[in-house]
T-cell receptor, first 113, second 115 residues
Framework: NAGVMQNPRHLVRRRGQEARLRCSPM?????VYWYRQLPEEGLKFMVY????????ESGMPKERFSAEFPKEGPSILRIQQVVRGDSAAYFC???????????FGSGTRLTVV | AQKITQTQPGMFVQEKEAVTLDCTYD???????LFWYKQPSSGEMIFLIY??????QNATEGRYSLNFQKARKSANLVISASQLGDSAMYFC????????????FGQGTRLTINP
């Protein structure tokens, strides 16, 4: 039973390019969460999704960031026109409907050059 | 205001000693959950232990235990008989009471185990 799968593990983008981060939840998990970790900091909540629905996006920057969790396929976190300040580790987590905590993926390390 | 406070940026402990990592939290909701995660240098987030606010007993998982003092709003992680592999960042987190299943994380404590 595979865990939460994130890809790519490392992503390098030039300023102004788009970054697409993918997350496949654990089998049987219908809830997906995205978190961002800046260097030497704790994780900060970005967005919570269920299939085809954004439930809570209170942590998402207002511009350039979007997330989706389609009926089929992985959840995608999309960052348009990346800037150096977007460099961070982005973690995806999943859970069942009954929340006792998450299973995290291994993260995607985004570097903007 | 910080909801989760970890006051120890770094700790150095001798192998085989016990270590306590501090965590205090702030909430007015009577129902909440507290979590500890380990992040080794490889970067993944590993769940260690969970304590619910209504749990009567302190949580334990192998060498990990949680010293839960509700009145003081503290949830310290205790690692017994530390090992070199325990060297990592440790994060305390709280389930956001008002929100939809999201966690609020502390800044973390970097634990180094010396041989």
């Amino acid at each position: 039973n595979a865990g939460v799968m994130q890809n790519p593990r490392h992503l390098v983008r030039r300023r102004g390019q788009e970054a697409r981060l993918r997350c496949s939840p654990m089998k049987g998990h219908s809830h997906v969460y995205w978190y961002r970790q800046l260097p030497e900091e704790g994780l900060k909540f970005m967005v919570y999704l269920q299939k085809e629905n954004i439930i809570d996006e209170s942590g998402m920057p207002k511009e350039r960031f979007s997330a989706e969790f389609p009926k089929e396929g992985p959840s995608i976190l999309r960052i348009q026109q990346v800037v150096r300040g977007d460099s961070a580790a982005y973690f995806c987590a999943s859970s069942t409907q009954v929340f006792y905590g998450y299973t995290f993926g291994s993260g995607t390390r985004l570097t903007v050059v | 205001a910080q909801k989760i406070t970890q006051t120890q940026p770094g700790m150095f402990v001798q192998e085989k000693e016990a270590v306590t990592l501090d965590c205090t939290y702030d909430t007015s909701d009577p129902s909440y959950g507290l979590f500890w995660y380990k992040q080794p240098s490889s970067g993944e987030m590993i769940f260690l232990i969970y304590q619910g606010s209504y749990d009567q007993q302190n949580a334990t998982e192998g060498r990990y235990s949680l010293n839960f003092q509700k009145a003081r709003k503290s949830a310290n992680l205790v690692i017994s008989a530390s090992q070199l592999g325990d060297s990592a960042m440790y994060f305390c987190a709280m389930r956001e009471p008002q929100g939809a299943q999201k966690l609020v994380f502390g800044q973390g404590t970097r634990l180094t185990i010396n041989p």
